[in-house]
C-alpha cells in the first residue's frame, strides 16, 4: 500500500506538478526571447548594410531579396522575403530596445513583470510575448499606442488573437476618446484578462518550429481519433481509382500573421485539380462551409499553377448521432463541378456512409485499447 505522502494528487505529486511546469513555461520564455532578439539584430545587420540605415530604396530591395534566398536555403521557409522585411521593420519600429556591446553580444535587461502606465519601458523583449505579438504591435504607427498594447499584453497575458483584437477595434482610442490620458492607468479602467495557453501550445506554433528549424509533424495538429479517421479516408480515396493522387496532409497555409492546415490535400490527374479534405468532429455549421471557401481561396492563390482546374473543397463532419459530407465550390467554379468532375468524385452519400463506419470502428477499437490498458493496470506485480 502507498504511503499517505505518495498518493497521487498528495504532496509530492503536487511539488512534481510544479517543478514540471515551470520548467516548460521557462523553455517557452527562452524561445521567446531568444527568437524575437535574433530576428532583432538579423534586422539591424540589413539596416547598417544598406548604408549605414539611410534607405536606398534599389540596393536596399537586393539585399534582402538575396538574404531571404540564401537564409532559406540554408534553414527553410521560416526566411521568406516577407519574413526578412520583418526583422528589418523590427528592428527600426524599436531601434534602441537592446544594448549592443559587441557586434555579436547583446547585453539584455531583466524584463520586469509590471511597470507603471508612462513610465519608461526597459531595455529588451518581454519573454511572455511571442514574434506573433511583435508583429501584431508593428502595424501599430503611433509609438503611444504601440507601447500601451505591449505593456497591457504582457502584464495581462494576451494571446495573439487578444491583441489583435484590440488592436483592431482601437481600444487605445477608444479609452482616450471616453476618458482622456488618466483613461489609461490600471485603476481607472476594468482590464482585459488573458488566455491561458499551454506550453505545448506555444512550442507547436510554425513559427517557432521554422526557427527551431523542427519538422511540422501532423501529430501536432490531430487527436487520436482524427488521426485514424484520415489515415483511413486517405486509403479510402486512393482505392476508388478515379485519378486520385496524394498530395499532403495536414497542409500548413500562411496568410499574413495566421496559420491555417487542410486535413488532406489530393490531385486528381484526369480533372487536373486539387481535392482540400478539411474534418471536422461535431456538426457542421456556416462558419465551417466559410473557412473551407477560404482555404480553396488562400490555396489556388499560393499552389495553383497554370494548366490546373479549379480547386475544390469538401468538408466531412463526424458527429456521434451523424455524418455530414459536403463539397464546397466556389461560386464561379460551380459549372464546370456540376459537369465534369461530379462523375469523378466520390458522391456526399458514399462519403457519409464511410466516415459513419469508420467512425464506429475506430471508436470500438479505441475502447477496447483503453480496457486492455485498465487491465494490465490493476495486474499485481511481483515487486509489490
Not at 483592431?168 to 482622456?180: D, M, P
Not at 506555444?202 to 501529430?219: I, Q, Y
Not at 495536414?250 to 478539411?278: A, E, G, P
Request: charged share 25%.
Amino acid at each position: 500500500m502507498m504511503d499517505h505522502d505518495m498518493t497521487i494528487g498528495g504532496t509530492l505529486f503536487d511539488r512534481v506538478v510544479q517543478i514540471l511546469e515551470q520548467a516548460r513555461s521557462t523553455v517557452v520564455q527562452s524561445v521567446n526571447t531568444n527568437m524575437v532578439t535574433a530576428y532583432w539584430l538579423i534586422g539591424r545587420e540589413i539596416v547598417i548594410e544598406v548604408q549605414c540605415g539611410k534607405e536606398r530604396a534599389v540596393y536596399g530591395k537586393q539585399v534582402i531579396e538575396v538574404l531571404s534566398q540564401q537564409l532559406s536555403a540554408q534553414y527553410g521557409s521560416g526566411f521568406s522575403l516577407t519574413n526578412v522585411k520583418y526583422f528589418r521593420q523590427l528592428y527600426q519600429t524599436w531601434p534602441d530596445r537592446l544594448f549592443i556591446q559587441h557586434p555579436f553580444v547583446v547585453e539584455l535587461a531583466e524584463q520586469p513583470k509590471s511597470h507603471p502606465s508612462g513610465g519608461q519601458f526597459p531595455l529588451g523583449f518581454s519573454s511572455q510575448l511571442s514574434w506573433s505579438h511583435y508583429r501584431a504591435l508593428m502595424r501599430v504607427s503611433r509609438p503611444g499606442a504601440r507601447e500601451f498594447y505591449e505593456r497591457e499584453a504582457i502584464e495581462c497575458g494576451w494571446s495573439k488573437t487578444q491583441l489583435e483584437r484590440q488592436i483592431q477595434t482601437s481600444y487605445y482610442e477608444r479609452i482616450i476618446a471616453h476618458h482622456g490620458e488618466q483613461g489609461l492607468l490600471t485603476a481607472n479602467r476594468e482590464r482585459l484578462a488573458g488566455e491561458k495557453l499551454t506550453p505545448v501550445d506555444v512550442l507547436k506554433s510554425p513559427m517557432v518550429l521554422e526557427f527551431l528549424n523542427l519538422p511540422d509533424s501532423p501529430d501536432l495538429h490531430e487527436s487520436e481519433l482524427e488521426q485514424a479517421i484520415i489515415r483511413n479516408l486517405q486509403f479510402f480515396l486512393l482505392e476508388l481509382g478515379k485519378g486520385f493522387s496524394f498530395v499532403a496532409r495536414q497542409k500548413h497555409i500562411r496568410f499574413d500573421d495566421d496559420d491555417f492546415y487542410v486535413d488532406l490535400v489530393f490531385y486528381n490527374f484526369i480533372l487536373k485539380c486539387f481535392l482540400l479534405i478539411d474534418l471536422k468532429l461535431g456538426k457542421l455549421t456556416h462558419q465551417d462551409v466559410g473557412q473551407m471557401d477560404g482555404y480553396v481561396r488562400l490555396f489556388e492563390d499560393q499552389f495553383k499553377v497554370q494548366g490546373d482546374n479549379p480547386t475544390i473543397g469538401l468538408i466531412l463532419c463526424s458527429d456521434k448521432s451523424e455524418a455530414v459530407a459536403k463539397y464546397s465550390v466556389l461560386h464561379e467554379s460551380k459549372q464546370i463541378f456540376a459537369s465534369k468532375y461530379l462523375k469523378f468524385l466520390p458522391t456526399e452519400e458514399e462519403l457519409k456512409l464511410e466516415i459513419e463506419k469508420e467512425r464506429r470502428l475506430i471508436e470500438a477499437n479505441l475502447a477496447d485499447r483503453k480496457r486492455l490498458s485498465s487491465f494490465d493496470e490493476n495486474i499485481p506485480s511481483d515487486a509489490e
